[in-house]
């Protein structure tokens, strides 16, 4: 089946820096990838939606740049928490699916301000 | 744009018992509905999925019923077991694809052994 992996798992960083998040598509080709935010005991929120070659398309309330988000490949998909702060922290999952076929997501990224 | 609203948000069941969760959905044009499984710290796994053309689809224990009309489905587990403890999620889909969901807050579902 489809596979989706994601990197880091884990990560901790000090308030004001910034974090990078990849997300790749194994065996097969994602013209479109999905970021997903989760607090403790919630529900996954969509974030953005990662478009190959153009921009993203962010949802409302979402800072653009503050959640960077580069899809420079059609396996890759990178997102950049900038300038980050103890509330930023949160459990961010990306997700994509061949054509017709169910999402799949990344392992999840745990990110830790401190 | 959807809305996804999941009952109840907690769930507790013996072992071997049966379970439900029901989900409701506010866009009629929404035509694909997913439920998702997460343990712990885990990603989502996809369990089972429906499309607006069946009202019923089953899987060993699992299935999941789809009432069109009254815009809303469930999710059955059936002889449950301790290791189908987990949190819950359904979703749904307007674009007729998996691609762009909105998921449901989620239900807690704890197996007594």
């Known amino acids: 089946g489809a596979v989706v992996s994601q990197h880091p798992s884990r990560v901790i960083c000090k308030s004001g820096t910034s974090v990078k998040i990849e997300c790749r598509s194994l065996?097969?080709?994602?013209?479109?990838m999905f970021w997903y935010r989760q607090f403790p005991k919630q529900s996954l929120m969509l974030m953005a939606t990662?478009?190959?070659?153009?921009?993203?398309?962010?949802e409302q309330g979402v800072e653009k740049d503050k959640f960077l988000i580069n899809h420079a490949s059609l396996t890759l998909s990178t997102l950049t928490v900038t300038s980050a702060h103890p509330e930023d922290s949160s459990f961010y999952i990306c997700?994509?699916?061949?054509?017709?076929?169910?999402?799949?997501f990344g392992n999840g990224t745990r990110l830790t301000v401190t | 744009g959807e809305n996804v609203e999941q009952h109840p948000s907690t769930l507790s069941v013996q072992e071997g018992d049966s379970a439900v969760i029901k989900c409701t959905y506010s866009?009629?044009?929404?035509?694909?509905f997913p439920w998702y499984k997460q343990e712990l710290g885990k990603r989502p796994q996809l369990i089972i999925d429906?499309?607006?053309?069946?009202g019923e689809k089953k899987d060993q224990r699992i299935a999941v019923t789809l009432n069109k009309t009254a815009k809303h489905f469930s999710l059955h587990i059936t002889e449950t077991q301790p290791e189908d403890s987990a949190v819950y999620f359904c979703?749904?889909?307007?674009?007729?694809?998996?691609?762009?969901?909105?998921f449901g807050s989620g239900t807690q579902l704890t197996v007594l052994p």
């Open positions: 997700s994509a699916s061949p054509p017709n076929s169910p999402l799949h």
């Open positions: 065996d097969f080709q994602a013209t479109t």
């Open positions: 990662s478009n190959e070659g153009s921009k993203a398309t962010y």
């Open positions: 866009d009629s044009a929404s035509n694909y």
């Open positions: 429906i499309r607006s053309n069946v």
């Open positions: 979703a749904a889909s307007i674009s007729g694809s998996a691609r762009q969901l909105t």
